[in-house]
């Protein structure tokens, strides 16, 4: 049974830091893109940040601010954000795309909130 597990989140003040987890937990598959979407209340799910490949995808509004890495050894992908902002407030959702006996399908994690507020 495949699937993501994340960690992180929190209330953080502007300005502050927060650090996201998701870890890809089960068997036999392959990792095909991985990262984190967000959804503000009110608004639509949108890209933060994703691994496709050799190459990172970022949103324009979080690039200089947020940074993906990954540990292949762990299948885990974490998001770095600094400087947050107010407009930053949203669960924030791991996306993955993995091959199962080479058949991609498309996981999404439980979410988790982050809210940026004084």
């Known amino acids: 049974h495949v699937q993501l597990v994340e960690s992180g989140g929190g209330l953080v003040q502007p300005g502050g830091s927060l650090r996201l987890s998701c870890a890809a937990s089960?068997?036999?598959?392959?990792?095909?893109?991985m990262g984190w979407y967000r959804q503000a209340p009110g608004k639509w799910r949108e890209l933060v940040a994703t691994?496709?490949?050799?190459?990172?995808n970022y949103a324009d509004s979080v690039k200089g601010r947020f940074t993906l890495s990954r540990d292949n050894a762990k299948n885990t992908v974490y998001l770095q954000m600094n400087s947050l902002k107010l407009d930053d407030t949203a669960d924030y959702y791991c996306?993955?795309?993995?091959?199962?006996?080479?058949?991609?399908?498309?996981?999404w994690g439980q979410g988790t909130q982050v809210t940026v507020s004084s």
């Open positions: 996306n993955a795309i993995l091959y199962i006996m080479t058949t991609p399908r498309t996981f």
């Open positions: 089960g068997n036999d598959f392959s990792i095909g893109a």
């Open positions: 691994f496709i490949s050799d190459s990172t």
